[in-house]
């Protein structure tokens, strides 16, 4: 930083800004209260510009930090800083002063910026995180709906191992179209659920007692579920395109880990942004996620080794990928869990969280040295197998 050089620190809240502009020496020289309203945050931008402030700081609360931000990048050095590291410096701080305190921590260089990616970036996580309330929200409503079944005595869902199923959509939807008849409902049940529960059984559970307002119910349910599904394919869609456009490569190549498809691989686009050099290790990256294990060791024994905080958009969606990893036949995360949760005998849902974050590092190596994924047990079966067939060979002449 020059030593002429003149910081400001921004208090941000929901309704009020408090500003602090700071010279090299360490003297206020300005301070204000401004709103939140478009017009006073560029009036803020203004009264900052004239003073010289070439670097400011402002905190990282919820969500009432991005309007500040968009308003101030282009204009100045920007560093968003998460509140918990500047309350660990030592100084005196109190509500009145935050705003100075943020300043002289960073004319100190006593705290750095945390990660803000682009706009095009931005927007992709608008969109996936989006997609991950809509899901919640599917949820809820499918789990609403089946409440709403099992309260007319319709219990058919005791029966499949999932209510997103073929059979079961088929009976929802004549039950919204008012047939009630278990002879009739049965007739769209797939043969391999009668075969194994039996018709008798299977004929009971179609049956039950809807009145009026029941259908009325589980037809406002089934268009609320079917208004998220339109909207999370509307999602999908658009963020897919703003990845095949700005991050064509990134998108084929994360693809080629095992159990990534098109959600997962736009999904980690848009936490990450793609640009590995923001984080100078694959470590920094997994710390980022919050997937490093707590150092919590005192006097030789581990009080903790749950994993951190950190993005928890990504690693709920790289765990779901490690589920999947897990799942797939001849491929390293599948021989890796295993070999962990079989061999060795460990718990099943630490080992998801450990092919998450070498997944992850995964992901780092691809996108920083711009190579695809190569499985390393597949590429010693390929070669056990030529091996073989070179043996055979040489037997056979």
């Not at 005791?158 to 997103?164: E, K, L, M, Q």
Request: some cysteine; glycine content about 4%.
């Amino acid at each position: 930083m020059d030593k002429k050089a003149t910081v400001a620190g921004l208090d941000v809240h929901k309704n009020t800004i408090y500003l602090c502009i700071m010279d090299h020496d360490e003297t206020v020289i300005f301070e204000r209260t401004y709103g939140v309203l478009t017009p006073e945050l560029r009036q803020m931008r203004q009264d900052m510009i004239e003073r010289g402030v070439t670097e400011a700081a402002m905190e990282s609360t919820a969500v009432y930090w991005v309007p500040v931000w968009n308003e101030l990048c282009e204009a100045m050095d920007l560093k968003l800083v998460n509140p918990y590291f500047i309350k660990q410096l030592p100084g005196r701080k109190s509500d009145v002063k935050d705003a100075q305190w943020i300043a002289e921590c960073v004319l100190k260089r006593l705290i750095k910026g945390s990660y803000v990616p682009g706009p095009i970036v931005q927007d992709m996580r608008k969109l996936n995180r989006r997609m991950m309330d809509l899901n919640e929200d599917m949820t809820y409503n499918c789990n609403k709906l089946d409440a709403t079944l099992h309260r007319c005595g319709f219990r058919f869902s005791n029966y499949i191992s999932n209510t997103r199923c073929k059979s079961y959509q088929s009976v929802l939807k004549a039950l919204s179209e008012g047939q009630t008849s278990p002879d009739e409902l049965i007739k769209l049940i797939h043969k391999r659920t009668v075969n194994k529960h039996g018709l008798s059984v299977i004929h009971a559970s179609l049956t039950g007692h809807f009145s009026k307002t029941d259908m009325t119910i589980i037809k406002q349910l089934r268009g609320m579920i079917a208004l998220l599904q339109e909207q999370l394919e509307e999602c999908q869609k658009e963020l897919t395109g703003l990845c095949k456009a700005h991050f064509p490569k990134q998108y084929d190549r994360v693809q080629t880990i095992p159990g990534v498809k098109e959600r997962a691989a736009t999904a980690i686009i848009a936490e990450t942004g793609a640009d590995m050099r923001m984080f100078a290790t694959a470590a920094c990256l997994v710390g980022w996620c919050g997937l490093k294990p707590r150092n919590d060791v005192s006097n030789g024994r581990f009080k903790s080794r749950k994993v951190t905080h950190g993005n928890k958009y990504l690693r709920q969606i790289l765990v779901e990928i490690a589920w999947v990893a897990s799942k797939t036949r001849n491929s390293f995360f599948s021989n890796f869990s295993y070999v962990q949760t079989v061999v060795k005998k460990k718990s099943k849902m630490k080992i998801q969280v450990a092919i998450a974050r070498k997944i992850l590092v995964a992901v780092w190596h691809m996108l920083s040295k711009e190579e695809d994924f190569i499985d390393i047990y597949q590429k010693r079966l390929q070669e056990m197998r030529e091996t073989k067939k070179q043996l055979n060979e040489l037997e056979s002449a």
